[in-house]
């Protein structure tokens, strides 16, 4: 490395080359050494391996071992260097949160496997801890061996405690696609977790086994397994409730409508949705979640979706407490800054909403829906997105003002 990198200058101060990432070239803030010898600022590497890369980046020799080892004797070095060129402006590194220990972790999955009950519960709660911890502990956390384990504890276990105690560490994990079958394979498993969610007294409880759920959802990649998931007698309704209950908390209403979102993908389970009250459920709740950009689209494409199932546009009515104020919802998450995934779910359910009454398709000319519409067609969104942007306009096109340009003019309504 020494001559190979220009002297890297900070502020009028040169950092020393073994203090820079090789990777970044800035200097370390957690500095971590691979199989190799090499060390490299723990954010650099990781996204190295993330992006599929198995070599080392200085050497170019084969990662053998993934286990990034904190180099704490650099660290000290670099926190030193920069106490000591604080009065130019340096700032002192903070102390970096190292990720759980992948040995203790296995230590713990092992004691909450066998044992003593009181130790068992034990190990669980401390996987349950570090896992709310950080992403990097729950990236440690989350093995096929860990969940494996968690998975045989919440379903198989006699002791119900100890099930319940694996069901809220498993929730903070994602499943494989195997995984997730073997879950939706087994209805008494199903039942379970529709059980804890829907009569345990502890709404932490509840949303644990909502989530498991919701994993077992997205995970699973055949229609035929979420149809599995969402027939089980009860899974809507608790989910519903987990979304319209009074006083529910941000994060139940999250994982109540990404658990409705992920069985909806299966045709089969839309009618079951609408049926338990999903489409009233979500559509009262899209103006609250219009911060939250993954879980607006979420929530949009379950009402575009359940608007598409018979008895689904009414529900979406009759839940935002009339057609007028379900068009007023729609175009609102439409405005401001709506990604345009959310602003392309709300075009196509407002399509539905509003299709067949001349009375609504005036309450969205009147919201604004129209400018939203227009900046849609206008800008870089995607050609699916154009195109449901250019059915409602079309559709209101008799709703605009007779002076209205844009009503006399097909500029906007050509096909992409």
């Given at each position: 490395?020494?001559?190979?990198?220009?002297?890297?200058?900070?502020?009028?101060?040169?950092v020393?080359y073994?203090y820079?990432?090789?990777?970044?070239?800035?200097?370390?803030?957690?500095?971590?050494?691979?199989?190799?010898?090499?060390?490299?600022?723990?954010?650099?590497?990781?996204?190295?391996?993330?992006?599929?890369?198995?070599t080392c980046?200085?050497?170019?020799?084969p990662?053998?071992?993934?286990?990034?080892?904190?180099?704490?004797?650099?660290?000290?070095?670099i926190?030193?260097?920069?106490?000591a060129?604080?009065?130019?402006?340096?700032?002192?590194?903070p102390?970096?949160?190292?990720?759980?220990?992948?040995?203790?972790?296995?230590?713990?999955?092992s004691?909450a496997?066998?044992?003593?009950?009181?130790?068992?519960?034990?190990?669980?709660?401390?996987?349950?801890?570090?896992?709310?911890?950080?992403?990097?502990?729950?990236?440690?956390?989350?093995?096929?061996?860990?969940?494996?384990?968690?998975i045989?504890?919440?379903?198989?276990?006699?002791?119900?405690?100890?099930g319940l105690?694996?069901?809220?560490?498993?929730?903070?994990?994602?499943?494989?696609?195997?995984?997730?079958?073997?879950?939706?394979?087994?209805p008494?498993r199903?039942?379970?977790?529709?059980?804890?969610?829907?009569?345990?007294?502890?709404?932490?409880?509840?949303?644990?086994?909502?989530?498991?759920?919701e994993?077992v959802?997205?995970?699973?990649?055949?229609?035929?397994?979420?149809?599995?998931?969402?027939?089980?007698?009860?899974v809507?309704?608790g989910?519903?409730?987990?979304?319209?209950?009074?006083?529910?908390?941000?994060r139940a209403?999250?994982?109540?409508?990404?658990?409705?979102f992920?069985?909806c993908?299966?045709?089969?389970?839309r009618?079951?949705?609408?049926?338990?009250?999903?489409?009233?459920?979500?559509?009262?709740?899209?103006?609250?979640?219009?911060?939250?950009?993954?879980?607006?689209?979420?929530?949009?494409a379950?009402?575009?979706?359940?608007?598409?199932?018979e008895?689904?546009?009414?529900?979406?009515?009759?839940?935002?407490?009339?057609?007028?104020?379900?068009?007023?919802?729609?175009?609102?998450?439409?405005?401001?800054?709506?990604?345009?995934?959310?602003?392309?779910?709300?075009a196509?359910?407002?399509?539905?909403?509003?299709?067949g009454?001349?009375?609504?398709q005036?309450?969205?000319?009147?919201?604004?829906?129209?400018t939203?519409?227009?900046?849609?067609?206008?800008?870089?969104?995607?050609?699916?997105?154009?195109?449901?942007?250019?059915?409602?306009?079309?559709l209101?096109?008799?709703?605009?003002?007779?002076?209205?340009?844009i009503?006399?003019?097909?500029?906007?309504?050509?096909?992409?």
């Amino acid at each position: 490395m020494p001559g190979s990198v220009a002297p890297l200058d900070l502020e009028g101060v040169t950092v020393p080359y073994h203090y820079r990432c090789p990777i970044s070239l800035e200097l370390m803030r957690d500095p971590v050494t691979v199989c190799t010898g090499q060390t490299y600022d723990r954010p650099s590497i990781e996204s190295w391996v993330a992006t599929g890369n198995t070599t080392c980046p200085v050497t170019r020799t084969p990662l053998t071992d993934f286990t990034l080892i904190p180099n704490h004797t650099l660290r000290r070095l670099i926190q030193e260097w920069c106490v000591a060129h604080r009065s130019l402006g340096v700032e002192r590194i903070p102390t970096p949160k190292q990720p759980a220990d992948p040995s203790l972790v296995r230590l713990l999955v092992s004691q909450a496997s066998a044992g003593e009950p009181g130790t068992r519960a034990a190990a669980l709660r401390r996987l349950r801890s570090l896992a709310r911890e950080s992403d990097k502990n729950r990236t440690v956390i989350s093995t096929h061996e860990t969940r494996s384990a968690l998975i045989e504890i919440a379903f198989e276990d006699p002791d119900p405690d100890l099930g319940l105690e694996a069901i809220r560490v498993l929730a903070m994990c994602s499943l494989t696609e195997g995984e997730s079958a073997e879950v939706a394979g087994r209805p008494e498993r199903l039942r379970r977790l529709v059980e804890v969610m829907r009569e345990h007294p502890a709404m932490e409880a509840r949303i644990s086994a909502a989530a498991v759920l919701e994993a077992v959802a997205a995970g699973a990649r055949s229609a035929e397994a979420r149809a599995a998931v969402g027939a089980t007698e009860g899974v809507m309704e608790g989910l519903v409730g987990l979304v319209e209950e009074k006083g529910s908390s941000a994060r139940a209403v999250r994982v109540g409508i990404r658990g409705l979102f992920s069985l909806c993908l299966a045709k089969e389970n839309r009618g079951r949705a609408v049926a338990a009250g999903a489409a009233a459920a979500v559509v009262r709740r899209i103006v609250d979640l219009a911060a939250e950009r993954g879980d607006a689209e979420r929530a949009l494409a379950t009402v575009e979706l359940l608007c598409r199932t018979e008895g689904g546009r009414e529900a979406v009515v009759a839940g935002a407490g009339g057609g007028a104020a379900a068009v007023e919802a729609l175009v609102r998450a439409m405005a401001g800054k709506a990604s345009e995934r959310a602003a392309e779910h709300a075009a196509g359910a407002l399509v539905a909403v509003v299709g067949g009454s001349e009375c609504l398709q005036r309450e969205a000319v009147g919201a604004g829906v129209v400018t939203q519409l227009l900046l849609m067609v206008q800008g870089g969104c995607s050609d699916r997105a154009k195109r449901k942007a250019q059915v409602l306009l079309k559709l209101l096109r008799s709703a605009w003002p007779h002076d209205d340009y844009i009503a006399n003019s097909d500029d906007f309504l050509q096909p992409f």
